[in-house]
């Protein structure tokens, strides 16, 4: 939902502080994130986790929850965004930088029943329209995930279906199953 | 949402009294549609009179709102299903067959935030997977509608964006814009 009656420019967006749930920016328009709640909290973890339970000892990719991406005139705080490793920004210290301007090779967003169904499928084409290798959209409502990727119809995948990361992520595979085990109590190993 | 613990087959299905909200049926599973609201209700009328203004006295197409479809397994009960006239099942009598087993060439859902982003989503590519030329998702929460044609990247329209119906309808340009003044009792024209 729109939270700012004007039209700002990204450079006076970026200016504002920041607050929570986070702010976005998107063609002027400033927007705020959904509040978060338990089972959105407990995937938003879950795929961190899984992604960089891989991709971080083998130093191939990192994923960021809740980290603000700027790029292409917008301004988004994806549930989680995974960078490749070698495209990570770092400070002169050799630090994770503080301020991301890159896409990242990957986004996944957690959707709510309070969302617009249409504005966060839209999200999910500009950011495979604008750099990004894949989109995910996981909806825990309905157990499933779509799969975006530039220039291809999207994929519905639930239950036993893998999803495969080849182009950003080679050998990792991860069942949807797997996603949504996060949300039952009886399902979690230990 | 399920309404039925077992799984049923689409015989057993379609032998189930009718229900309001209309029961739909999706791999053994019994759904029901959401409970209708203003804004639905306003949209899905003026999707089906803007189709018939133009479509029924050329003898081009027939817009039918909330009529059963029953096809490749499934059966649902799209917001408006649009035929073209030579594709209308008629009875002995030359009348509207009062089953549809065919898919329509074109198929709207309007969607609410009641409903999950993922499975109305899902619903659109199976659609354009079976036999169905488009399909679009309006919402009225973004004022957007996204088009779905079989093997392409949906679209997201908005505004004054022309949804084409070049493959179903020649020569009908519908702005979205058009669709969502039926939300705005000031843009109504008698």
């Given at each position: 939902?729109?939270?700012?009656?004007r039209?700002?420019?990204?450079?006076?967006?970026?200016?504002?502080?920041?607050?929570?749930?986070?702010?976005?920016?998107?063609?002027?328009?400033?927007?705020?994130?959904?509040?978060?709640?338990?089972?959105?909290?407990?995937?938003?973890?879950?795929?961190?986790?899984?992604?960089?339970?891989f991709?971080?000892?083998?130093r191939?990719?990192?994923?960021?929850?809740?980290?603000?991406?700027?790029?292409?005139?917008?301004?988004?705080v994806?549930?989680?965004?995974?960078?490749?490793?070698?495209?990570?920004?770092?400070?002169?210290?050799?630090?994770?930088?503080?301020?991301?301007?890159?896409?990242?090779?990957?986004?996944?967003?957690?959707?709510?029943?309070?969302?617009?169904?249409?504005?966060?499928?839209?999200?999910?084409?500009?950011?495979?329209?604008?750099?990004?290798?894949?989109?995910?959209?996981?909806?825990?409502?309905?157990?499933?995930?779509?799969?975006?990727?530039?220039?291809?119809?999207?994929?519905?995948?639930?239950?036993?279906?893998?999803?495969?990361?080849?182009?950003?992520l080679?050998?990792?595979?991860?069942?949807?199953q797997?996603?949504?085990?996060a949300?039952?109590?009886?399902?979690?190993?230990?």
């Amino acid at each position: 939902m729109a939270i700012s009656q004007r039209q700002l420019t990204l450079d006076e967006f970026l200016k504002l502080p920041e607050e929570e749930p986070a702010l976005e920016f998107e063609e002027g328009t400033v927007t705020q994130k959904v509040s978060p709640k338990g089972q959105h909290s407990a995937l938003q973890y879950e795929v961190a986790e899984l992604f960089n339970r891989f991709a971080r000892p083998r130093r191939l990719a990192r994923a960021f929850p809740e980290l603000r991406v700027t790029f292409a005139g917008r301004s988004y705080v994806p549930d989680v965004a995974v960078y490749r490793w070698d495209r990570i920004p770092v400070d002169a210290a050799g630090r994770v930088a503080n301020d991301f301007f890159e896409p990242p090779d990957m986004v996944v967003e957690i959707v709510s029943l309070e969302q617009s169904t249409n504005a966060v499928v839209r999200r999910c084409l500009w950011y495979v329209g604008r750099g990004v290798s894949v989109a995910l959209l996981v909806d825990p409502a309905d157990e499933s995930v779509l799969v975006f990727r530039p220039g291809q119809v999207p994929q519905a995948l639930r239950g036993p279906d893998e999803i495969d990361f080849a182009d950003i992520l080679p050998a990792f595979k991860l069942p949807v199953q797997a996603l949504f085990d996060a949300l039952r109590m009886s399902a979690l190993t230990p």
